[in-house]
């Protein structure tokens, strides 16, 4: 079993290939053909750069139809008062008494730092579903457990300056 994306993350992605497509994988076969007319490949640092950041375009571009070939389409829908995809989630840990904002989002756009968790993490799964105000366990897959409060729910919806996994 693939990813599992949402409407947007398709979109996203396919947005991307076809970027990287039509618009970088012109500039960078050019890139690398100028580098070849200088001469001398065994020295040529510009050659080989060029061709690295071909390559690495090509592989980005694999990757991404592959999460697309094998995705799983689920619904990012969710009641008013309960946390969902998308949503931002205020949370209150109980053990540190320090509150912290989070988005959830599917795995595949997950950024911790960005504060961007995924609905399949420890703490996304534990919040998805409840409502504010609730008292939830979240349960780590090393058998360890904590608590956390959902101080705020706002459906937030998707973001565009959110980004999809990757190199």
Excluded: C, W
């Excluded at 618009?23 to 580098?35: D, M, S, T």
């Excluded at 309960?82 to 109980?94: A, H, K, P, S």
């Excluded at 904002?101 to 504060?115: A, C, K």
């Amino acid at each position: 079993m693939g990813e599992k994306l949402t409407e947007s993350d398709v979109r996203r992605i396919q947005e991307e290939i076809n970027h990287r497509k039509y618009e970088l994988r012109p500039e960078l076969i050019e890139a690398v053909k100028e580098a070849r007319a200088q001469g001398d490949l065994s020295e040529n640092f510009e050659y080989y750069a060029a061709k690295r950041e071909k390559n690495q375009n090509e592989s980005r571009i694999r990757y991404l139809e592959k999460v697309l070939r094998f995705g799983v389409l689920i619904d990012d829908e969710s009641a008013e008062d309960e946390v969902g995809l998308n949503d931002t989630v205020t949370v209150y840990f109980e053990e540190d008494e320090e509150e912290e904002i989070f988005r959830i989002v599917t795995s595949i756009r997950e950024h911790s730092l960005e504060g961007l968790i995924s609905n399949e993490s420890p703490l996304g799964k534990a919040l998805m579903g409840h409502k504010e105000g609730e008292r939830v366990m979240v349960r780590m897959e090393n058998g360890s457990s904590y608590y956390v409060t959902i101080r705020k729910i706002e459906k937030t919806g998707e973001s565009e300056t959110d980004h999809i996994r990757g190199f």
